[in-house]
């Protein structure tokens, strides 16, 4: 049976001017799949990701969102997914418990399913000790963990992790991971960006963008026999050793 598809790209561009920051990337993503997109600063990932995340309107080609248009449906798109970025993205002086209502109000999440899920989510998180404290108190291992169960709180179909793991140690990372393993098995998206890339190797498959295209797309093992590579490191540092930009 075929997978089913809920990323899908054809000549997804977007210029700047005379810049064109992606260039005509095509891909396509399947559901419950974790897929890494990686590339150096510069690349033209973030662009890509606020392209597909229903925030920047792309130049020219074709994308749907969990079956919505990029250019049609961009509201739609962004009630369909979570989001999680590199800086922190929730309110340090609301408690757990606030920050939590608050982003299940913004998806028009009842009442009554906030609360039986926010009761879950702190016992899964073992924060029942924390969770009527300020989020600005944690620790940020805990932090980074509790924006990534914010972000997929209202079920989303896919979530978009951009650089989720940064600054924190490898065995919070370890863990951050394990609730991406969690999410996936339920049948959420996951859509990674990472500069660790021991993190690629955690995934399904991993594009690799040069200079605003991708250069590389396989599953780990993949692209190691590819590149005849011991690591996905090596992959990374072949690739990028070819771009002519930079941030």
């Known amino acids: 049976m075929a997978s089913e598809k809920i990323i899908t790209t054809r000549n997804l561009t977007k210029r700047f001017g005379d810049f064109t920051a992606v260039d005509h990337i095509s891909f396509e993503v399947d559901k419950g799949e974790i897929f890494g997109f990686l590339g150096a600063n510069g690349a033209g990932k973030t662009t890509a990701m606020r392209m597909l995340c229903g925030l920047s309107m792309p130049t020219s080609g074709e994308a749907t969102i969990a079956g919505f248009d990029v250019y049609k449906s961009t509201e739609k798109i962004k009630r369909s997914i979570g989001y999680m970025s590199q800086k922190f993205s929730l309110y340090e002086d609301l408690t757990v ?11 028009g999440k009842s009442n009554s399913f906030i609360k039986e899920k926010t009761a879950l989510l702190v016992k899964q998180l073992h924060l029942e000790a924390e969770a009527d404290k300020l989020v600005k108190g944690l620790p940020l291992g805990w932090k980074q963990k509790l924006a990534f169960s914010v972000a997929i709180f209202h079920e989303p179909q896919i979530v978009f992790l951009d650089e989720p793991t940064g600054g924190v140690d490898p065995v919070t990372r370890r863990e951050f991971w394990n609730l991406i393993y969690e999410a996936a098995a339920t049948g959420i998206t996951i859509f990674v960006t990472t500069h660790y890339m021991d993190e690629a190797e955690y995934c399904n498959r991993v594009s690799i963008m040069v200079d605003g295209r991708i250069d590389a797309l396989d599953s780990p093992f993949n692209l190691k026999q590819q590149f005849n590579a011991k690591s996905m490191d090596e992959v990374f540092l072949q690739l990028a050793r070819k771009a002519s930009r930079g941030e």
């Open 97 to 107: 418990k606030e920050n939590i209502r608050f982003y299940a109000g913004i998806y």
